[in-house]
Every structure is written in structure tokens, then in C-alpha cells.
């Protein structure tokens, strides 16, 4: 089994669509979980980190499973410019390294 | 803001050249790490440092070397360059190592 695994996608959504994301995670002591975004030929870009209560930064949430090892990302009214691929991010059972999930890929159309 | 610089957005060298790539950051963080990403594979993490002269082998290191001797600069040699290390190479840095990453604008490398 993979220690991150995501859908690579791709989700094809209209704007103004709500998506969401799963990523799982076989490490049960991870403690950190993130989510980056990645646009086409650039580098990563932290999105947000996610939270055991969960949280929410405008029109993104996310939320954290530990019972089920598993965090979403939900998009709300999505945009354009959200066409992206976003990777999920668990750290390792030592808490030294991070390690990335394949990544989703979302296509936001007009 | 944090700033991670690579020498080179894109690079090509000939197989069995020695290669360098470069990555400096300006937030005196103490740990970096070098990635490369590849389509399906996502990124795997080939060497990482904790602190100067400090190195810790990634999941895949073989084929490279690393060199850390001042702490915003963290260095990536391919010792002798094979076509199968064509690929984009990402640095990261962060404060502490369960914290998020910082990337640089990576850098294309294609082996002819």
C-alpha cells in the first residue's frame, strides 16, 4: 500500500461547482497533513495545512480523518483559476520527512 | 517571504557529464531537501540535510551526492549523468521538518 494515495482525476467541473478531494494516508501516527497546489510545468505551492478540527480559508476546506487515515479538500464555486493539480501531503511515522501524494487533477471549465 | 533559488530553470548535459544543481534560501532555515518529480510518480525525495555537513539519504539516493557546506546552500551531483535522470529536480526548504516546504522554481534537466 502507498503511504499517500489520491485520485490522480482528472475532475472535470463547471465554474461554480463544488469539488472535493480524498487523499489516504497508511501511517496512523502521522502528525502533519498539508495541502499544496501545482500548476502545470511550476513548482508546489502550500495551500493549506490541515487541522484536526478542520479549518477553512475562503472558498477551501479542509478536513481530517485520523479514524479512517484520511483528509479532503472541498472547493466551493470554483473558478478558473483553480485549474490545478493538488498534491496531498502526510508526514512520516519519524516526523522527519514529508511525503507527497501523485496529486488530483482539476479542470475548471467555463 | 520565503525565497528558494535554483541555479537553473533548465539544463542539458550529455551522459556521463558531472553535474551540479543549486538551491539557496534566504530564511536561515535549517533543513532542505532535493526532490525530483516525474508524471505518475509525484515527487521522491532523494537526499535531505538537517544542518551544515549534515546529509540523510532520500527514498531514492542512488546515482547522486549532495553537499551541504553553509547552511543556505544545499548542492545536488548526479556523479555521472544517465539518460534515466532526465527529470524535474525540486528544492525545499523549511524550518522545522514536520512543517510545510518552501520550493524553488525547480529545475528541467534533460540527459542526452
Known amino acids: 500500500r502507498k503511504e499517500v494515495e489520491q485520485d490522480p482525476g482528472p475532475f472535470n467541473v463547471p465554474e461554480g461547482a463544488t469539488v472535493a478531494f480524498n487523499c489516504t494516508y497508511s501511517?496512523?501516527?502521522?502528525?502533519?497533513f498539508f495541502w499544496y497546489r501545482q500548476d502545470c510545468r511550476k513548482e508546489p505551492k502550500l495551500l493549506m495545512s490541515v487541522y484536526s478540527s478542520g479549518n477553512e480559508d475562503g472558498r477551501f476546506t479542509a478536513q481530517l480523518n485520523r479514524a479512517s487515515q484520511y483528509i479532503s479538500l472541498l472547493i466551493r464555486d470554483s473558478k478558473l483559476s483553480d485549474s490545478a493539480t493538488y498534491l496531498c501531503v502526510v508526514n512520516n511515522s519519524s516526523g522527519d520527512k514529508l511525503t507527497f501524494g501523485t496529486g488530483t487533477r482539476l479542470a475548471v471549465r467555463p | 517571504d520565503v525565497k528558494v533559488t535554483q541555479s537553473s530553470r533548465y539544463l542539458v548535459k550529455r551522459t556521463g557529464e558531472k553535474v551540479f544543481l543549486e538551491c539557496v534560501q534566504d530564511?536561515?532555515?535549517?533543513?532542505m531537501f532535493w526532490y525530483r518529480q516525474d508524471p505518475g510518480l509525484g515527487l521522491r525525495l532523494i537526499y535531505f540535510s538537517y544542518d551544515v555537513k549534515m546529509k540523510e539519504k532520500g527514498d531514492i539516493p542512488e546515482g547522486y551526492s549532495v553537499s551541504r557546506e553553509k547552511k543556505e546552500r544545499f548542492s545536488l551531483i548526479l556523479e555521472s549523468a544517465s539518460t534515466n535522470q532526465t527529470s524535474m529536480y525540486l528544492c525545499?526548504?523549511?524550518?522545522?521538518?514536520?512543517?510545510?516546504?518552501?520550493f524553488g522554481d525547480g529545475t528541467r534537466l534533460s540527459i542526452l
Open positions: 530564511m536561515d532555515h535549517e533543513n
Open positions: 501511517n496512523s501516527a502521522s502528525q502533519s
Open positions: 525545499a526548504s523549511t524550518t522545522t521538518r514536520d512543517q510545510p516546504q518552501h
